[in-house]
């Protein structure tokens, strides 16, 4: 079988030649890159360190964490799990100092890097604290168009007792509702403090929470968490949201085709939204293969990873 040592030579030179730059890479291209951060796996296309990562997909690890914390490059938005059909789930939460009672102004925005990332799912903001007005902007591109609003109350100790082990209902918590498919890579939270009395049971209630949960993971209210210093992804349990990988070098799954850096590998080209980016994802749902890496540890369907070839090349 002369052609198939060949085209395993080929693909081997082809490999030597463009090293990381060419798009997509095997299990052997990426055998030098850290494999997990404190117990979270790492799967291409995120990755840490020289041709571990796609653009826009790049981690660190800190390792002066205990247990080591795996973030998104230049954010403090921490990776929860990184999964090899793709995306990651990520704690995305921001607790404010304010003065209760006092007015005041406050903002707080996220923005995937290199827009890589999208929400895919249905989600909530939740909001937590006294006397607040909330408004979500999406900021993907322009100063930013409001998505929704919602507003707290605390002046009735009883409704908030009531409200207590419950959905957020405007007693000290409320939240917006965005459905997918939501192409946003950045948004901002402006929560306007109003000037008004707060009853001497919340005085301490000076932090304000937000976080981002997913529709279904609905948050039950505790005047517990809203009287807390912080949240955090202990006090929030369940809080992350899935996000989805775009690729945002070419517009559209046909130009793409028609580029070295085309990162699909033996797998389906999806699209979402106009020309915003692509996608790849496994023909059969429920191969979770990586799509984008080629041969061994990819789709286990696709061209490139027909049994045959794995047995021809060799790890
Ligand atoms: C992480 O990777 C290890 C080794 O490949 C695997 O056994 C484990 O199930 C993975 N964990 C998750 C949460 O996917
Ligand atoms: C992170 O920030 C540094 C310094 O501002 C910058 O040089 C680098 O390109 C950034 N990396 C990413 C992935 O945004
Ligand atoms: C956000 O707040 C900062 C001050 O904390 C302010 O300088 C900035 O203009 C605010 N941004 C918006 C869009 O309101
Ligand atoms: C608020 O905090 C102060 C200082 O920690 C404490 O002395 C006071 O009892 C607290 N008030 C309430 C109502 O919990
Ligand atoms: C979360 O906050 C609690 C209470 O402030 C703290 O004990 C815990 O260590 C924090 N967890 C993380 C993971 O930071």
Redesign the pocket.
């Known amino acids: 079988m002369w052609w198939f040592k060949l085209a395993c030579i080929a693909l081997a030179v082809a490999t030597a030649v463009l090293g990381v730059s060419a798009a997509p890479p095997s299990v052997v291209d990426l055998a030098h890159c850290p494999k997990s951060c404190g117990g979270v796996n790492i799967s291409y296309p995120f990755g840490i360190g020289q041709g571990c990562f796609r653009p826009g997909f790049e981690v660190t690890c800190n390792h002066n964490a205990r247990p080591p ?1 795996l973030f998104l490059t230049n954010t403090t938005t921490k990776i929860v799990q990184t999964y090899p059909w793709g995306g990651v789930d990520m704690f995305i939460f921001f607790n404010i100092a304010t003065r209760p009672g006092a007015f005041g102004s406050y903002n707080r925005s996220w923005k995937a890097p290199g827009k890589s990332l999208f929400i895919g799912q249905d989600f909530i903001v939740v909001i937590i604290g006294c006397g607040v007005e909330a408004f979500l902007f999406d900021t993907t591109s322009g100063p930013g168009n409001l998505l929704g609003s919602c507003v707290t109350m605390c002046d009735d100790m009883v409704a908030l007792e009531i409200a207590e082990g419950g959905y957020c209902n405007g007693m000290a918590c409320c939240y917006i509702v965005l459905y997918a498919p939501f192409e946003v890579h950045a948004f901002r939270l402006d929560i306007i403090q109003k000037e008004q009395a707060v009853p001497v049971a919340l005085v301490n209630a000076t932090t304000l929470k937000a976080f981002l949960l997913e529709y279904k993971d609905m948050y039950t209210f505790s005047i517990l968490d809203l009287l ?8 929030i349990g369940a809080a992350t949201v899935h996000l989805w990988p775009v690729i945002t070098d070419q517009p559209n799954c046909q130009t793409a085709r028609m580029h070295e850096q085309y990162a699909c590998a033996a797998s389906n080209c999806q699209e979402y939204g106009e020309n915003v980016g692509y996608w790849c994802t496994c023909s059969n749902e429920n191969d979770h293969g990586n799509p984008y890496i080629v041969g061994r540890g990819g789709c286990s369907e696709g061209k490139y990873c027909s049994s045959i070839l794995w047995q021809c090349c060799p790890q």
Do not use: R, Y
Not at 228 to 235: F, I, L, P, Q, R
């Open positions: 914390k807390s210093d912080k949240v955090n992804e202990s006090t």
